[in-house]
C-alpha cells in the first residue's frame, strides 16, 4: 500500500492485519512494486497521487481505477463525477499513456469489491469495466472473478470514455447510501425483450 511518506500509520495497520505478504511505502514504492495498481484515492487527489507514483512505474502496468470524485462543498450528499463530458478514469488516461487504465469498482463500497457473494448473497449484481485496452480490461475481469465476481455479472461498457456513465452513477449510489445505510448493496441490469 502506497501512501504520501513511508511509515504512514493507517498504512502500517493495514500491513499488520493484512499478512505477511503485505508492505507499505510511498505511492512510488507501491507503484514500482506492483504488476497491477489500484487507485483508491480520492478522486480529486488522484492524478497528483499518481503523479507521485511516477510516471515510469505506471508505464505499461494495468492501473484500475476505483475512485470517485466527490464533492462535499455543498454538504452531503456530495455532487459526483468530473462531469457530463469527461471522467477521471480519461484524466488519468490522459495524463499516463502508457498506463493501462481500465475503471471498474467505483459503483460499489470497499467491502463489497473483493467479497460480493458473501455480502451479497443469492445476487452480486453487477459491475462494469471502461478501458481502452482490450488485454488489460481481460486481465482486471479475471481479477474480478477471483474476488468472487461471477463472469455473468461483469459488464464490459467499451472504452475508458464510458466510465462516465459509472462515475456519474455514484451520485445515486450515495443517495441510496443515505437511506439505506451500511448496508452492502448494488445493482443489477435487467434486460427484456425487444418491443413488437
Same mark, same amino acid.
Given at each position: 500500500?502506497?501512501?504520501?511518506?513511508?511509515?504512514?500509520?493507517?498504512?502500517?495497520? $493495514?500491513? +499488520?492485519?493484512? +499478512?505477511?505478504?503485505?508492505?507499505?511505502? %510511498? @505511492?512510488?514504492?507501491?507503484?514500482? @512494486? +506492483?504488476?497491477?495498481?489500484?487507485?483508491?484515492?480520492? &478522486?480529486?487527489?488522484?492524478?497528483?497521487?499518481?503523479?507521485?507514483?511516477? %510516471?515510469e512505474n505506471l508505464a505499461g502496468k494495468v492501473l484500475v481505477?476505483?475512485?470517485?470524485?466527490?464533492?462535499?462543498?455543498e454538504g452531503a450528499p456530495p455532487a459526483a463525477g468530473a462531469?457530463?463530458?469527461?471522467?477521471?478514469?480519461?484524466?488519468?488516461?490522459?495524463?499516463?499513456?502508457?498506463?493501462?487504465? =481500465?475503471?471498474?469498482?467505483? %459503483?460499489?463500497?470497499?467491502?463489497?469489491?473483493?467479497?460480493? *457473494?458473501?455480502?451479497?448473497?443469492?445476487?452480486? +449484481?453487477?459491475? @462494469?469495466?471502461? &478501458?481502452?485496452?482490450?488485454? *488489460?480490461?481481460?486481465?482486471?475481469?479475471?481479477?474480478?472473478?477471483?474476488?468472487?465476481?461471477?463472469?455473468?455479472?461483469?459488464?464490459?461498457? &467499451?472504452?475508458?470514455? %464510458?466510465?462516465?456513465?459509472?462515475?456519474?452513477?455514484?451520485?445515486? $449510489?450515495?443517495?441510496? $447510501?443515505? =437511506?439505506?445505510?451500511?448496508?452492502?448493496?448494488? =445493482?443489477?441490469?435487467?434486460?427484456?425483450?425487444?418491443?413488437?
Amino acid at each position: 500500500m502506497g501512501s504520501r511518506t513511508a511509515g504512514n500509520a493507517k498504512a502500517q495497520a $493495514w500491513v +499488520g492485519q493484512a +499478512g505477511e505478504r503485505a508492505s507499505e511505502g %510511498t @505511492f512510488a514504492d507501491a507503484a514500482a @512494486f +506492483g504488476d497491477v495498481v489500484f487507485n483508491a484515492t480520492a &478522486g480529486d487527489a488522484s492524478l497528483d497521487a499518481l503523479a507521485a507514483a511516477g %510516471t515510469e512505474n505506471l508505464a505499461g502496468k494495468v492501473l484500475v481505477d476505483v475512485a470517485n470524485i466527490l464533492n462535499f462543498s455543498e454538504g452531503a450528499p456530495p455532487a459526483a463525477g468530473a462531469g457530463l463530458d469527461e471522467s477521471l478514469g480519461e484524466r488519468i488516461q490522459t495524463a499516463f499513456p502508457d498506463a493501462r487504465v =481500465v475503471k471498474t469498482l467505483n %459503483t460499489v463500497n470497499n467491502a463489497v469489491m473483493v467479497d460480493p *457473494a458473501g455480502l451479497l448473497p443469492g445476487d452480486t +449484481g453487477n459491475v @462494469f469495466l471502461s &478501458g481502452d485496452d482490450e488485454a *488489460a480490461k481481460q486481465d482486471v475481469a479475471a481479477l474480478l472473478h477471483s474476488f468472487g465476481w461471477p463472469e455473468d455479472s461483469v459488464v464490459d461498457l &467499451g472504452g475508458i470514455d %464510458t466510465a462516465r456513465g459509472p462515475e456519474l452513477y455514484v451520485a445515486l $449510489w450515495v443517495r441510496l $447510501w443515505g =437511506v439505506m445505510g451500511e448496508v452492502p448493496f448494488n =445493482v443489477r441490469v435487467v434486460a427484456g425483450s425487444a418491443p413488437p
